[in-house]
């Protein structure tokens, strides 16, 4: 069974940016669609990006053209680039399969941003 860990977050300020890494205990070849989810204080988890195993990439609306989602299959890897990060997006950020498997779930990675 696959478990994701998170990383790469942190403390920045407005503008800035991060790259966060989702690595799997196992392989995600198996795995078809992939995505970052977010959850920030008093909201619920969010899918904000996801990426098939074909290639195919979506992003929420508030996220697009600023974050940039990729997956490299052969080392069971997610990233999530962000960029132009604003304080709305402060959140824990987890990947998971999508649809969401509840036995998938990491601890995430919190992500502040700073205004």
């Known amino acids: 069974q696959v478990q994701f860990v998170e990383s790469g977050g942190g403390l920045v300020q407005a503008g800035g940016s991060l790259r966060l890494s989702c690595a799997a205990s196992g392989s995600i070849v198996s795995i078809p669609v992939i995505g970052w989810y977010r959850q920030a204080p008093g909201n619920q988890r969010e899918l904000i990006s996801s990426?098939?195993?074909?290639?195919?990439?979506n992003y929420v609306d508030s996220v697009k053209g600023r974050f940039t989602i990729s997956r490299d299959n052969a080392k069971n890897t997610v990233y999530l680039q962000m960029n132009s990060l604003k304080p709305e997006d402060t959140a824990v950020y987890y990947c998971?399969?999508?649809?969401?498997?509840?036995?998938?779930w990491g601890q995430g990675t919190q992500v502040t941003v700073s205004s």
């Open positions: 990426v098939s195993s074909g290639g195919r990439i």
């Open positions: 998971n399969g999508v649809p969401r498997n509840n036995a998938f």
